[in-house]
């Protein structure tokens, strides 16, 4: 190789100083165990491919996807939030962020106290006496708390308590929990203004009713006004009353489930408490419960308890994310959130009322649910929420909850500004004039992604997630 410059680095690569280009023909590589990185397989080697071109193809991927960082996410019932950059910088403090479970317990201490602050601090906000924090997701919380119900009957002598009572408006998670648990779950109609009824429950309550599993504020975003009275009839047949916690974030330093009925309860941090969502998270669904199911906690010392439901510390990363946001915004904060949450739902419900129909007449809290009535030319909500995409925003919930025809649920959340809120209002309004004007535009919507309309059927039965080269 002949070297033009003079320097260390530049003569480095000389056949009397074998550098980096000379690694690969070194006769040392043959002894070791594994052969050298190098694709054979007709594919193409990354050898091929520039870091560049390696940065800008991931950074263009990264762009196709929409995200919270870029707009408002208005999913109702997922709590879309903004997750302060606070809680990632108290995280990312290698103390915490590598924090290993295999570390020596002294090393961990710090941590504990923590998690039983947090635990302390979710007790006190829901009014439960006790929290556990070991499940993974909203889901798991429901599983874990089904399964402590499950025991309490046994433990009591009651293995016949073998019903549970869930209204139609639930989540598809909380039937699916009860029944992975082995119980028989049986649907309770809510009443015209979307809301349950005592006088229609009572049917149903006899003495084989293990427990009542209520969303509050429920799925089309209203208060449950007769909570406290279908709690105290679930209790005199001997039930107990699980409330899904998925909308706390209306609630928070408003009402305590655990002071007005509720036996136990699951929070979603990834929610309520700005904890990354799905695939940036992982989810964590921590529950509350009174003394009257502590024995069958997944931590409890008892005999009786169901067990640890996750290892080690569980969800770490979550929970100081979590009491970092709990701290930095204290109960005046975590309240004034609440309150937010829903003047933003209602002004979204206000601005929005003359454009689509409401579900529901009843006042709305952190959510608001409309329907497809009355849009015209055919058009569906799912072609609402596909023209959307081409307006900039994320589709909100649609065609749940499932006992409301065409659903379309808007849930804005605290952290979006007024003009967020009014951006996304003009182009709902523009969707919807579209509809009259030119429907076959939402129909074969969105227009602006790489992929077009899919066939989500198909693709949800007959996933594939490889890709595969063509050969040549
Ligand atoms: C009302 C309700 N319950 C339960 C869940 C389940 O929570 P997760 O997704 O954390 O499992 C959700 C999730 O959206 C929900 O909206």
């Known amino acids: 190789m002949r070297t033009i410059v003079e320097s260390p680095i530049f003569t480095r690569a000389t056949e009397d100083k074998p550098g980096f280009s000379a690694i690969a023909d070194d006769p040392a590589l043959d002894r070791l165990p594994l052969p050298f990185p190098e694709r054979t397989d007709g594919v193409g080697g990354f050898a091929q491919t520039t870091e560049i071109e390696v940065i800008r193809h991931y950074t263009r991927l990264s762009t196709l996807n929409y995200d919270i960082d870029r707009g ?11 997750n302060p950059r606070l ?112 006088a229609d429950l009572e049917k149903h309550l006899d003495d084989r009713v293990a427990a009542i599993m209520i969303t509050n504020p429920n799925t089309v975003g209203a208060y449950e006004p007769e909570f406290s009275a279908i709690a105290d009839a679930v209790h005199r047949v001997g039930g107990l009353v699980y409330m899904d916690g998925a909308n706390f974030n209306a609630i928070m330093g408003i009402f305590q489930p655990g002071k007005i009925g509720a ?51 569980g969800q770490w990363g979550m929970f100081i994310r979590a009491w970092t946001y709990i701290r930095s915004l204290g109960g005046v904060g975590l309240r004034e959130v609440s309150e937010e949450a829903v003047i933003n739902a209602n002004y979204l419900r206000a601005r929005l009322s003359g454009t689509l129909n409401l579900a529901f007449e009843c006042p709305s809290l952190h959510e608001v649910v409309f329907t497809d009535r009355g ?38 959340t605290e952290t979006e500004t007024k003009d967020e809120l009014d951006r996304f209002i003009a182009a709902l309004q523009a969707v919807v004039a579209e509809a009259a004007s030119d429907p076959e535009k939402l129909k074969s919507a969105p227009h602006t992604t790489p992929v077009s309309r899919v066939d989500e059927v198909r693709a949800a039965r007959t996933l594939d997630l490889r890709w595969m080269p063509v050969s040549e």
């Open 375 to 412: 849009l015209p030319n055919g058009v569906t909500t799912g072609d609402l929420g596909k023209r959307l995409i081409d307006h900039g925003f994320h589709p909100p919930t649609v065609y749940f909850p499932i006992h409301v025809q065409g659903a379309l649920m808007i849930e804005p």
């Open 263 to 313: 036996d136990i309860m699951h929070f979603n941090l990834h929610k309520t408490f700005t904890t990354p969502h799905g695939g940036g998270g992982p989810g964590s669904g921590p529950i509350g419960f009174n003394r009257s199911l502590a024995a069958f906690a997944p931590e409890a010392p008892s005999p009786e308890g169901i067990g640890p439901v996750k290892a080690y510390l």
């Open 72 to 82: 408002l996410y208005p999913l109702g019932s997922c709590t879309m939030k903004h």
């Open 87 to 198: 809680n990632e910088k108290v995280a990312a403090d290698p103390a915490w962020r590598d924090a290993h479970p295999l570390w020596p317990s002294r090393w961990l201490s710090a941590h504990h106290r923590i998690m039983d602050e947090l635990r302390r601090d979710l007790a006190e906000i829901s009014g439960f006496d006790e929290v556990s924090l070991l499940p993974a997701a909203g889901a798991h919380g429901e599983l874990t708390a089904v399964f402590m119900i499950r025991a309490y009957h046994l433990s009591r002598g009651r293995p016949d308590k073998d019903v549970f009572l869930i209204p139609d408006s639930a989540h598809g998670t909380n039937p699916a929990s009860a029944a992975m648990a082995g119980f028989r779950c049986i649907q309770v109609k809510s009443g015209k203004d979307g809301t349950l009824r005592l």
